[in-house]
């Protein structure tokens, strides 16, 4: 797909180095991966599915400081109905988009994503574990807001991926907690003037990790959230960080 020269890709990570800004960079390809870690970036998303990890990239990627952020391509909605109807999903989703999903599993096009996406999974997941047991550090993302992605749910679906990949629990949940704050730079403790945001499950994820979607509570910012007046009165309810507190 069309994208910047390399000579303009290089000296806008340069720039934005000498801002302080982190820069995370959208790649389709290995080479792409190559291109990024070798020109200083702090973060590259997305897990090339076309072929298995090559050896040097696993090595090149191991010795650079870039966090990898895979977004692993996921058509649970399209191939597990159930899912579609968990509580969790319900409870962050809405009727349109979950109906247009078990509309598009029907289709043609959504058969062919189908057979395409479980036919590259096995590769997928040997390179997320190849990458993991070089020591790459991960951090979770779910492309959330393209097509058969929820809001707020995916993230499990990540975890649930890495962990049948061969990933660890442990690291799984650090890839979605502490590896990304720390990317971010926040301050996500909960001593005094820490940011103080925590989920509560009612059952440990390290024994299995689908219970990181049996939520108990969310404390937010130190407060706990009435998940109930939040569908209700969402702008109310919360209210993004400003910049001076990123």
Known sequence: ???IDKKTFQAAIQAAKTHDLPTVI???SWQDIRDAIEAGADAVTHLPYQEEVPADVVKLFASSNTLFIPTIPDIAFLDDPELRSSELVQGVSNDAVLDAYTTFATTENGGRMSR???????HVLRSLRKLAEAGVRIASGTDAGNPLTVHGFSVHRQMALMVEAGIDPWHALAATTTHAADFLKLDYGVSPGAEGTVVVLNESPIHDITHTQDIHLVIQRGKVLNRDELKAKPDEMWQPPMPSEL
């Open 1 to 3: 797909m069309p994208t």
């Open 26 to 28: 959208h790649v389709g």
């Open 116 to 122: 395409g996406m479980n036919a590259s999974k096995p």
